[in-house]
């Protein structure tokens, strides 16, 4: 304990010199147990009056010998001479003791040689040989204590006990007392341990719960038994019987006896109180079985019984991550953080790590975790941990080099785990070859360790990079591999992750109803391990399948429900996914409106996080609704905003998206050769990076331009390449968009009955779909096409539906198309002057925002009523019309204009 009104010392530096040693021997003399603290503040800080008594205490463990004194030379006196015999004696008996030594240790037995360094240990759960249920949970608090005792010192390294739980899984161990040579080799190769202690206990009934405990601690080289232990006692007194028996293993293992401080440092790794000590091991047993809803509810009790508990906390806060509740993960992580301090110092690390890494303080996150592996260099949940810690903070690279630095230092029981987290890293820096080569040999390792988990784990990850890659039945195989696997084992998460990568899969290549299915596959076992991250996420997926299958109600619905579950988690970034799918929808549908709303609360979501990718996105859908409202300045500014932002963060997909829109936006404007530019590049774009669906956007958006260009064979020829590639990828509605312009090629090509069937027959797609924008502009295309066949009846029929869907839509492009329909119907049935009125009013609207394809096509209907009508103008009129459509490149209306004269 620190003196009252002590300053201490702050930093490495200070404590190091007051130690007279090295920062880094300072570093590691806290892993031994010298006492250090950490101050929000302050850093690093450590007391005087501490580190002197923690000194005094080691040098009375490890007596240091003095320096020899120099001897002083002789004055021939009788005093001088008494000291040379009395000096004479004492040398003389320091020889002849050391030759009684000498002959003594000619016949003693030598101690047992200490282990060589670092060697591996696996402490398996205890077998309950009782008849005790409810004794189960000493199986897991007993392996906990001998891990951490045996591990006091850095001869013995114990193994991860989530790998150890893992690998009595892979090999179906039998319920013996100690293995034989086989099994003990399968351990070996299986987790690359050295020892493997396996111990059984027995326990009477209430109320004098005796147990006795056996253990026996096997050579996995040999196959031999290199030591047993029995101890007897009682219930309350485990702890001590375990310290027994360990003080016993450590001898018969020739083993340092640890400091006084690891001692301390190893039996705090437990709870004091009998309830909280069961509690806590039922928690981490399920957790370690990736069963984190049952983990959550036991650690829950476990941190009521002993709220001072640190352990259980950052255990709780696994649990809650695992189940997606970021937020509470993030408040049990802290508190576990701030009751850490008594902890030894790798205990606290481990707790600080996982503090710092939820709280997304990547600096912090990283030092820590780069001190662990310093500190036990040899330990390889340290290095992958190190590497992980890297590969979230963004630093993909520099997780590969310490991989490879780990790869030369770990032994080759540990390479398919580091070809795993290489294959993570390979990922997040976008090398999807790098990632799919490194997972293969992850899983050829695996399976040389029978590790199938492992080996699963590692056929997912080629599963996504090959999906990355295109390689769709590859991944798809892959992933049903890894899906049989993890049912076999019973392990939930891993198979729907499985399913969820296959629905991916058929999802993209347009086979939306096999999607579906898997997606529901996906969500239903989610669901029941109460992963609802997971469940949000497939709930996103599923929505988006049902929208490609044209089923907007259905989509809507499961965007509402992800945005719940998201709420209820305080799973912002998910959140914000599901609030742009629902805007989506909604814009789909034509209520702009709410759409703009649920794109604008998305968007700040995904500001304040500095998702830079994804406000690019929000920016361009924000940037759709301003076009389709009609103001085309504020849409082309944020299109390209967007262009920019996706440009910055090298988002592909999203600058190909940009371009499209821009390009379309130009067209409207009339520069239509700006447009052209434009939707050549997306479509290049969308080629390179293999995506189908924006190549289909500019052939769609390339169609149009065509059309208004007069080139109707063109136009005709990227239309019908659009809705190829969009019924290759199952999307209904994109494809119908695309048919819907066919139909008004074929309407300007003199083919109205044509054009009429083929709006007839995309009129009802769109009604189920309730796309009332689009179902507005097919029956449009039917008013045009009956009206020009001379059925001005069946043409006011189609006018009430497109009338209909019309008042629906808030899309300014759908409701001056209307109009001009219903001019041009007004016409047709002799009310010319109301119909030359709306044209100049639409005109007029259409200058003023700067549309200049609606406004030369209301001039164009002008100059073809002024001609039937006979006004004396309509050939002036037409002749600029003429001109300006050609100036601007409008083929189409330019020939029509001509045709007036």
Not at 743 to 753: D, L, S, T, W
Request: a neutral charge.
């Amino acid at each position: 304990m620190a003196l009252e009104n002590e300053e201490p010392l702050r930093g490495w530096k200070a404590i190091g010199k007051h130690m007279h040693c090295s920062v880094k021997t300072a570093q590691r003399h806290e892993l031994k147990g010298m006492p250090v603290h950490r101050h929000e503040v302050l850093g690093v800080i450590a007391y005087r009056s501490e580190l002197d008594a923690w000194r005094k205490t080691i040098e009375e463990q490890v007596p240091i010998p003095s320096a020899p004194s120099s001897v002083a030379v002789s004055s021939g006196s009788p005093r001088g001479a008494a000291r040379r015999r009395k000096k004479l004696w004492v040398v003389g008996g320091v020889v002849c003791m050391l030759g009684i030594i000498l002959l003594v240790a000619r016949f003693w037995p030598a101690p047992p040689p200490l282990l060589p360094e670092p060697q591996k240990l696996a402490v398996l759960e205890f077998r309950n040989r009782s008849s005790r249920q409810d004794a189960r949970w000493l199986s897991t608090f007993l392996a906990e204590l001998y891990s951490a005792e045996l591990g006091t010192t850095h001869a013995l390294v114990p193994v991860a006990a989530e790998v150890v739980a893992r690998m009595e899984r892979e090999l179906s161990l039998p319920d013996v007392a100690s293995f034989s040579a086989d099994t003990l080799r399968r351990i070996r190769r299986n987790t690359g341990a050295d020892w493997v202690a396996v111990g059984t206990y027995s326990l009477t009934e209430a109320p004098e719960s005796q147990i006795r405990l056996q253990v026996a601690v096997q050579d996995t080289r040999s196959g031999e038994t290199r030591v047993s232990d029995v101890e007897v006692g009682t219930e309350s007194t485990l702890s001590e019987l375990v310290a027994r028996s360990t003080a016993l293993l450590r001898t018969k293992l020739g083993l340092a006896e640890p400091s006084g401080a690891q001692l301390l440092a190893s039996r705090l790794v437990v709870p004091k109180t009998l309830d909280a000590q069961r509690l806590y091991a039922e928690g981490i047993r399920e957790l370690r079985l990736m069963n984190a809803k049952a983990a959550e509810e036991f650690l829950q009790k476990a941190v009521r019984e002993e709220p001072a508990f640190a352990l259980a906390h950052t255990r709780l806060a696994e649990a809650w991550r695992s189940l997606g509740y970021g937020a509470k993960a993030t408040e049990e992580a802290r508190l576990a953080y701030e009751l850490s301090g008594p902890l030894g110092p790798e205990d606290a690390f481990i707790i600080e790590a996982t503090y710092r890494e939820l709280t997304k303080n990547w600096d912090r996150a990283l030092e820590v975790a780069r001190r662990l592996w310093d500190f036990a260099p040899a330990n390889a949940e340290y290095a992958l941990r190190l590497a992980q810690v890297q590969i979230g903070a963004g630093k993909g690279n520099d997780a590969l080099t310490t991989l490879a630095k780990a790869e030369k230092a770990l032994p080759a029981s540990d390479r398919s785990r580091i070809e795993l987290t290489r294959a993570l890293a390979a990922e997040s820096i976008g090398d999807f070859k790098m990632e799919r080569t490194a997972a293969q040999r992850a899983a050829s390792d695996a399976s040389a360790q029978e590790a199938p988990l492992v080996r699963a784990e590692a056929l997912m990850r080629q599963a996504w990079a090959s999906y990355s890659m295109a390689d769709y039945d590859a991944a798809f195989q892959l992933a049903q591999q890894a899906q049989s696997t993890f049912s076999a084992m019973k392990e939930r998460a891993g198979e729907a992750q499985a399913f969820k990568t296959m629905a991916d899969v058929v999802d993209d290549q347009g086979k939306h109803e096999d999607g579906k299915k898997l997606y529901e596959s996906a969500l239903s076992l989610f669901r029941e391990i109460g992963d609802q991250t997971g469940v949000a996420v497939t709930l996103n997926s599923l929505a988006y399948a049902y929208k490609d299958l044209g089923d907007l109600a259905g989509a809507k619905k499961l965007f509402e429900e992800s945005v719940a579950v998201c709420r209820q988690t305080s799973n912002r970034g998910r959140e914000a996914y599901a609030l742009n799918g629902v805007g989506i929808v909604l814009w789909r549908q034509g209520d702009l409106v709410s759409a703009q709303q649920f794109f604008e609360q998305s968007l700040g979501i995904f500001h304040d996080r500095a998702d830079r990718a994804h406000e690019a996105t929000l920016l361009n859908n924000l940037a759709i609704i301003a076009e389709h409202q009609g103001h085309l300045e504020a849409a082309y500014a944020r299109y390209q905003e967007s262009l920019n932002l996706a440009k910055n963060v090298g988002d592909q997909s999203g600058i190909a998206r940009n371009l499209g829109n821009l390009g379309e936006v130009l067209a409207k404007k009339g520069e239509l050769a700006s447009a052209k530019a434009r939707l050549n590049e997306q479509l290049a774009l969308g080629k390179t990076i293999r995506e189908p669906r924006q190549e289909a956007y500019a052939l769609h958006g390339l169609g149009e331009l065509a059309l208004a260009e007069g080139q109707l064979d063109a136009a005709r020829k990227y239309l019908k390449e659009a809705v190829s590639l969009r019924n290759q990828k199952g999307e209904k509605g994109l494809a119908a968009e695309s048919q819907l312009v066919l139909a008004k090629v074929a309407f300007q090509n003199g083919q109205p009955a044509e054009a009429f069937q083929i709006a007839q027959s995309i009129a009802g797609e769109f009604e189920r779909e309730k796309e009332t924008d689009f179902a507005a502009q097919a029956y449009i295309v039917m008013v045009e096409a009956q009206t020009a066949q001379g059925k001005p009846e069946a043409a006011m029929g189609a006018y009430e539906r497109a009338e209909f869907f019309g008042a629906q839509s808030s899309d300014f492009a759908v409701r001056i198309e209307l109009r001009l329909a219903k001019a041009r119907l007004d016409a047709a049935t002799g009310n010319r002057v109301a119909a030359m009125k709306e044209l100049e009013r639409v005109r007029a609207e259409a200058d003023s925002r700067g549309f200049l394809q609606y406004s030369l096509e209301a001039r164009l209907a002008l100059a073809e009523f002024a001609r039937n009508s006979h006004a004396e103008n309509y050939t002036t009129d037409a002749t600029a019309l003429q001109r300006e459509a050609t100036a601007k490149g409008f083929g189409l209306i330019a020939r029509r204009a001509a045709s007036t004269k």
